[in-house]
């Protein structure tokens, strides 16, 4: 690392341990600019909603009002300071940013499979509450006092917690397999490889994801494997220093921010889905709700897809958010 590099790090890190005096105005700053994309939105008549039809304005005024109520929480915190009712109020309000950001990683991901949002006005709606969010929660923990400057050792996460990410692997494996069956031309649910290609196509699929299927390779099975890499890099010390394989980066450490933000997008989406999904299904198999067959055959068909995609979705979320926190807590610089 050269003198340059080493004082604009040095720069960086002092400037980065002074946010709890500059977040709250970042958050005012966000909450002016949320409740003016929510206005325009409202004025315009773009609908915030997925398929949504213009001139249904209803959800753009709730971003409004959250945009309003976090302007004025943050004003609050930067005039008065962090007083017990401003921190509830901002946690509050982060709740509420958070459930708007719900499925941005559905967007992520058909936005790297080449593939076009269903709305550009509700996926920049999601992004904005999902920074929203962070800056919130960051705002509301303010008044803890600044984390050291010494850098941890990088060390493994606890056998139990690693217990949970083989939980998580395992569950993507009958996922993996299923998707497998399909790219590959096999029959799996009463429905073959042809005509699983015929529906993603029908449904809008990017050339890159069709081209990748007629390889025999379902891009989601390799979404999964990515996903997986991710939640091993949590919990085992090359996910904190670039390992040797990583060539020019090996041994520098890794900024704490890589693995956290995908790995807090991906358990905020993918855990609440999945445990949401796993109830829904349980009341199918009961027969207290009706299992639509969609574009499979029969009801039993997609019921049987669904489990297999869901529990995976639910277990690895649970085990992503684990993971993750027991990575937030293992990289935290120590008093130096």
Known sequence: MTSVERTMEALWSAWWQRWPRWVAWATMLWAVLYAGFGLACALSGTSLLLGGDSGTPGLSWAVVAVGALGTLVSGAVVLFGLLPLLRVLLWVVCGLAAITAFSLLMDV??????????????AANKALAAVGALLLAATARSDRLPAGTAVRASSAAPRRLQLAAWAGTLAFAPYAAMKLVWASGGTFAGITGEEMLAVSERNGASGIFLTLESWGLDPTALLA?????????????????????TLFLRGRRVPRWLPLAPALLGAAT???YGVVGVGYLALATAGAVTMRRGDFHSSGDALLVGWIGIV??????LALTIAARSYWLRTRPAAG
Request: positive net charge; proline residues 7%.
């Open 109 to 122: 991901i058909t936005l790297m499979l080449g593939q076009g949002v269903d709305s550009r006005a509700s």
């Open 225 to 245: 494997v990515l996903g997986i890499f991710l939640l091993w890099g949590l919990v085992r010390p090359w996910g904190q220093v670039f390992p040797r394989w």
């Open 312 to 317: 995976a979705f639910a277990v690895y979320g």
């Open 270 to 272: 993918l855990a609440p």
